[in-house]
């Protein structure tokens, strides 16, 4: 069935230095989302990216979706404490309708 | 405009118990995902209901059962509970078809602790 893995599972910045998160799906997906959950809370949308070779950026956050439309990357420049949480991508499930496979993560955590 | 709204908040049982969580989706939406989020793991999707009717299952046992209510609301019931069923149970609302740009927005999800 689908996969979509995530890489690296956990990473440790000092804040003020960057951070990337990668995402493979094993299918060429439809559109890719990104989620953030933070220590305790639920997943929060964060953004979807449609078109083949998409970049969007939110402020400090540069979202990439792949030309095959099988990987994206979250790349976040000069983090600060505030984005301590774990990164999530999801896409489509094969079947389609409004399901997602997500991946298992990414663990970030800042120091001051 | 109220987002997802799930109840309750947290839950302790004990195994081979009974429960039921409830899920009131976004205004608009009318599908309801129910997804399982164990500890240190991405969300996995259990079922999805439309219309009433389940539309898609995934990889789940016949235990975890589930109803949507005309209202949109739902319900996700769980049976002779097992210790490994302790999760973040998250319900997920949208319109129908993710693959036309549309997306799911997650309540704060109900914390299920079996002992």
């Known amino acids: 069935g689908q996969q979509v893995m995530q890489i690296p599972q956990y990473q440790h910045v000092q804040e003020g230095e960057d951070f990337t998160t990668y995402c493979n799906s094993s299918?060429?997906?439809?559109?890719i989302q990104w989620y953030k959950q933070r220590p305790g809370g639920h997943p929060v949308f964060l953004i979807q990216?449609?078109?083949?070779?998409e970049v969007k950026k939110q402020k400090r956050l540069t979202f990439q979706f792949g030309e095959a439309k099988k990987n994206s990357s979250l790349h976040i420049t000069a983090t600060q404490t505030t984005d301590v949480g774990t990164y999530f991508c999801?896409?489509?499930?094969?079947?389609?309708?409004?399901?997602?496979?997500f991946g298992k993560g990414t663990m970030l955590l800042v120091s001051p | 405009d109220a987002g997802v709204t799930q109840s309750p908040t947290h839950l302790i049982k004990t195994r081979g118990q009974q429960v039921t969580l409830r899920c009131s989706p976004k205004?608009?939406?009318?599908?309801v995902s129910w997804y399982q989020q164990a500890l240190g793991q991405g969300p996995q999707f259990i079922f999805q209901?439309?219309?009433?009717?389940?539309?898609q299952r995934g990889n789940f046992p016949d235990r975890f059962s589930g109803h949507q209510f005309p209202n949109y609301s739902s319900e996700l019931n769980v049976n002779a509970l097992l210790l490994g069923d302790s999760a973040l149970y998250l319900c997920?609302?949208?319109?129908?078809?993710?693959?036309?740009?549309?997306?799911?927005?997650f309540g704060p999800g109900t914390r299920l602790l079996v002992l």
């Open positions: 209901y439309y219309e009433e009717e389940e539309r």
């Open positions: 999801a896409g489509p499930t094969d079947s389609g309708y409004s399901t997602l496979t």
């Open positions: 990216l449609v078109k083949s070779g």
């Open positions: 997920a609302s949208s319109l129908q078809r993710l693959d036309r740009g549309e997306t799911q927005y």
């Open positions: 205004s608009g939406h009318d599908t």
């Open positions: 299918t060429t997906l439809s559109n």
